[in-house]
């Protein structure tokens, strides 16, 4: 019986115990291996001190130990925290900080920022995954692969433990930690698997970074499933010719990514080449797929069914949408309908639920929610929509913080972020529908539309593009476009041609990086 997050291996160990559980360029593991190895991770951390609650950092890139070292962590009863090892420093010291890590798991990849990290004091008492001298104690791989479980005693998991905190960016600057327990992240892992079929032969694409929730699909619902997870390389990620190569190759039948990887493989022109047949889902989330991309690759991978994935982390996934080709879409795609286990309302201002097509804020009650913010209980409350009715018991949604409506078909839409709808000259303007718009003339290759100060201090809409290769296009015809397809308040007052975006780690825009930019111009 699956009843916490170890037990998906556990299970798929039991029923296909040679099925690769994860490959990872030319590495791969099965069910049987991975049992084996997260059991002797967990047998070291609970000999190191690692106690039930405890947190352990994962600081590592794509690779196949990534794996390992969450269900070792699992198993041990400790929870563990994801670290971008291409953060600044001083993110990662907040992080081990703020969550008191003692014990942090890498590879020798990641040694030379490991020895540069320990330069500052710091909680950690031991490394985990280098061999080379350390000022504190650590072990290396092989050597950990010898630790004897013949002694080795599961330890004893309740569904409410906590399992993983994933930390994401904070309005107030500093990072915010979520923290998902083995029901909710077990919940997510059943729901998706059951919505997209996962089956034992299924091979899913893994193209996100282990501190990006969408990566939680190729640890989780893949496992839960017993099918193998492709974790897709870093020197794949950024090559579009070669990531179409190892997907033809691997022979995926699901993928899941951000639409930017996939306008990549579009631009790239590639797609011809390769037989993509055993592609059976493509899915996409965490923001808005221009459409001219999204038909493009439709006509490239026919048979492929392809879902608008929704959710924040903070809930993992909470809506879908499975696209129908015969149904025209105009500007945006359907956020679709809630699934399984999960209720929504639209609120105003005012926190009253809103009943026709009014735009509002979503907020979100589901077994997948989180169980909150660590260290944080202010903003925990904050984030939370209380709802109590004298005939039923008080019920907690998740403020979502985005902006949904009603279609005539009772599908949501998501208009865009409630901290991304600003007001100019009296007017309120939603700067993602500005960028939608743009996304869709022919020569953008991708845009980003922000809020600035011009001189007088007056607030104004500022948008800057990337055109396709080989795309010249005046500015002012840019704006002529924009005059034709919005209301003559949401035109951008200035528009920039640039040659890159900066990103976070997770590949989406940077927007505070972008706006130091266009002030800068």
Known sequence: ????????????????????????????????????????????????????????????NRCLET??????????????????????????????????IKILITVEKQKKRIHKLLETPTSLTQIIGVS?????????????????????????????????????????????????????????????????????????????????????????????SGATTIIIPDAHTNLPASLAALIAAEKISVWYSVPLALSQLVLSEVLDNYDFSALRWVLFGGENFPLKYLYQLMKKWPLASYSNVYGPAEVNQCTYYNFDASVPI???????????????????????????????QLVIHSTTMMKGYWNNEALTQKSIYTTQTSNSAAKSFYRTGDLVKRNQLDQLIFLGRKDRQVKVRGYRIELDEVEAVLNNHSAIKEATVCKLQNKDNIATIHAAVILVIGAE?????????????????????????????????SGKIDLTRIKETLIAL
């Not at 956020?335 to 026709?356: A, P």
Request: glycine share 6%; hydrophobic share 35%.
């Open 1 to 60: 019986m699956i009843t916490t997050l170890p037990d998906c291996i556990d299970n798929s160990a039991q029923l296909h115990p040679q099925n690769v559980a994860f490959r990872c360029g030319e590495q791969q593991i099965t069910y049987e291996q991975l049992q084996v190895k997260a059991n002797q991770l967990a047998q070291h951390l609970v000999q190191s001190g690692v106690k039930k609650g405890d947190r352990v950092g994962i600081f590592m």
């Open 67 to 100: 794996a390992i070292a969450i269900y070792g962590i699992l198993k041990s009863g400790a929870a563990y925290v994801p670290i971008d090892p291409n953060s600044p420093k001083s993110r990662t010291l907040f992080l081990l900080e703020n969550c008191d």
């Open 132 to 224: 080379t001298e350390c000022n504190i104690a650590h072990i290396s791989w092989s050597d950990l692969f010898c630790t004897s479980i013949d002694q080795y005693k599961p330890i004893q998991l309740d569904q409410n433990d906590l399992a993983y905190i994933m930390y994401t960016s904070g309005s107030t600057g500093a990072p915010k930690g979520i923290m998902h327990t083995h029901k909710s992240g077990l919940a997510y892992a059943k729901l998706s698997a059951n919505l997209y079929g996962l089956q034992v032969n299924d091979k899913v694409a893994n193209h996100a970074p282990l501190h990006f929730d969408i990566s939680t699909f190729g640890y989780f619902s893949a496992p839960y």
């Open 330 to 360: 105009e500007k945006l795609i359907p956020i679709g309908k809630v699934w399984k286990q999960t209720d929504y309302k639209i609120i105003d201002e005012n926190d009253q639920e809103i009943f026709d097509d009014t735009a509002g």
């Open 473 to 505: 296009i005046p500015v002012n015809t840019l704006i002529t476009y924009c005059r034709t397809h919005l209301p003559s308040y949401a035109v951008p007052e200035r528009l920039d041609i640039l040659e890159s975006f900066p990103r976070t780690g």
